[in-house]
Each structure stands twice: as structure tokens, then as C-alpha cells.
């Protein structure tokens, strides 16, 4: 784990988008803090959190942006995607609608960020099996349609979060 102000080569922006309650926020403090709560209020406007993280033989801070997935509680939208170099783009395989949302949000991102911007398909939620609406091998076959990486997480049992959050960061150039 490396500390807050040491020295960094380099600063990249990344987004979370996804729908209310997916579990952008929790990924996120899972990432950054190693948190998880199962009472986690709805993000109001925009929060940060970073990570230093080693790539190769640089140091990269990443700048982690979250937002509202409710309408009501966005911020204004270009500035949230204003230099983000990757984005997680987030449902819950517990609920199909925030699967089929996904198109629309991956509209508003391609509308908004740079073609580079490398973006990463998240399913969370892995560890509610009995209640899964959404089959691994759809949101497989929907990243590769769209060219796109794929992975399911659990950010309460801590499955693959590191491994979503480092797939995007390692393959910013
Ligand atoms: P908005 O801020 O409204 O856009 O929501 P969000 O996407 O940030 O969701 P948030 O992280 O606040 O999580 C919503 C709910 O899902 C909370 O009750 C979390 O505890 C729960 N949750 C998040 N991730 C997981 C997970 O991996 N598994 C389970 N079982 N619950 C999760
Ligand atoms: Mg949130």
C-alpha cells in the first residue's frame, strides 16, 4: 500500500457510471480504502477518492470519480467526463434493467470522453447468486460486441475489485 503524497509519475482521471445502486460508491471505497457498507447512503453530486498505484516501472495516481446514478443527483455531465482517460461501466446482476441501461450510459460516454478512453464492463454483485437475473456470458458476449473488457466483482466479498479497477489503469497509456 502506498501512501497518499508520495511521488508520482503520473496523475490519470478515471469515471464510474452506472445506475443508482449498483455499487459504483462501494466499489470504489473498496478500492481505495479497503470499505464495504451495507448501508451506503445514494452519492449526491460527485465524490473522488485516489490510489497510487505501481504500473510497469512507474507510479500512476489514479483520480477516481464518482457520481449520483439518479438523475436528480448529477452533476453536470461534461465536466464529469472531462479528461477521463478510463471509465467503469457498472450494472448489477441482480437486476436486468441496470444491464439494458448500460447501453445508454455507454452513448453518454462515447459522446463525452476521447475514443482512447478505455473502458472496462463491470457486472457486480457476483456474490448474490441465488437472486442473479443477468448470466456471466451476456455481459461476456455484450463487452465483446462493443469492444469493450469484462469482468463480474463483489464488492462486498472483495472478488475481482482490484482486478476491475487495475485491468482499466494498466492499459491507459
Ligand atoms: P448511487 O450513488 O445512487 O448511484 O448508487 P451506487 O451505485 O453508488 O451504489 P452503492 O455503492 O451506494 O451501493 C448500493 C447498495 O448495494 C448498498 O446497500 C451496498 O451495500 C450494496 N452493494 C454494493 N456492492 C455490493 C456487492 O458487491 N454485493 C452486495 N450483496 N451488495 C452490494
Ligand atoms: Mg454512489
Request: charged share 30%; with cysteine; net charge negative.
Amino acid at each position: 500500500e502506498e501512501s497518499y503524497d508520495e511521488e508520482c509519475d503520473y496523475l490519470f482521471k478515471a469515471v464510474l457510471i452506472g445506475d443508482s445502486a449498483v455499487g459504483k460508491s462501494n466499489l470504489l471505497s473498496r478500492f481505495s480504502r479497503d470499505e464495504f457498507r451495507l448501508d451506503s447512503k445514494p452519492t449526491i453530486g460527485v465524490d473522488f477518492a485516489y490510489r497510487n498505484v505501481r504500473v510497469a516501472d512507474k507510479t500512476i495516481k489514479a483520480q477516481i470519480w464518482d457520481t449520483a446514478g439518479q438523475e436528480r443527483f448529477r452533476a453536470i455531465t461534461s465536466s464529469y467526463y472531462r479528461g477521463a482517460l478510463g471509465a467503469l461501466l457498472i450494472y448489477d446482476i441482480t437486476r436486468r434493467t441496470t444491464f439494458e441501461n448500460i447501453k445508454k450510459w455507454l452513448s453518454e460516454l462515447r459522446d463525452f470522453s476521447s475514443p482512447d478512453t478505455v473502458i472496462v464492463l463491470v457486472g457486480n454483485k457476483s456474490d448474490l447468486r441465488q437472486s442473479r437475473e443477468v448470466e456471466e456470458e451476456e455481459g461476456k458476449t455484450f463487452a465483446e460486441s462493443e469492444g469493450l473488457y469484462f469482468l463480474e466483482t463483489s464488492a462486498l466479498e472483495n472478488q475481482n475489485v482490484e482486478e476491475a479497477f487495475l485491468s482499466m489503469i494498466g492499459r491507459i497509456h
